[in-house]
Nanobody, 122 residues
């Protein structure tokens, strides 16, 4: 079965960096657009970054210039490099796979990971 497994979350001070990884199995990874979403308590899930099958990248305005999404099809893994972290970045981060095009709509993604907590202290 399809599995997406996130790792790399944790507690970091404001201004610090984290690198999230999402390892996929059970699917033909290169056929899927990938997205990183986050959900803070009491808020809706929002997409922070996406990468198409061809490698085009997309970012939420709130993370542009600070976050970088990348994919390694040979390793079936998508990454999210997060720099200059802010307390408002605190959330559970999820990766998701979409057989269709890159989209910012969570409902259009086919598979989800279990999430990894990112906490940024001030």
């Amino acid at each position: 079965q399809v599995q997406l497994v996130e790792s790399g979350g944790g507690l970091v001070q404001a201004g610090g960096s984290l690198r999230l990884s999402c390892a996929a199995s059970g699917l033909t990874f290169s056929n899927y657009a990938m997205g990183w979403f986050r959900q803070a308590p009491g808020k809706q899930r929002e997409r922070v970054a996406g990468v198409s099958r061809g490698g085009s990248t997309y970012y939420a305005d709130s993370v542009k210039g600070r976050f970088t999404i990348s994919r390694d099809n040979a390793k079936n893994t998508v990454y999210l490099q997060m720099n200059s972290l802010k307390p408002e970045d605190t959330a559970v981060f999820y990766c998701a796979a979409n057989l269709g095009p890159v989209t910012d709509s969570p409902s259009l993604y086919d598979y989800w990971g279990q999430g990894t907590q990112v906490t940024v202290s001030s």
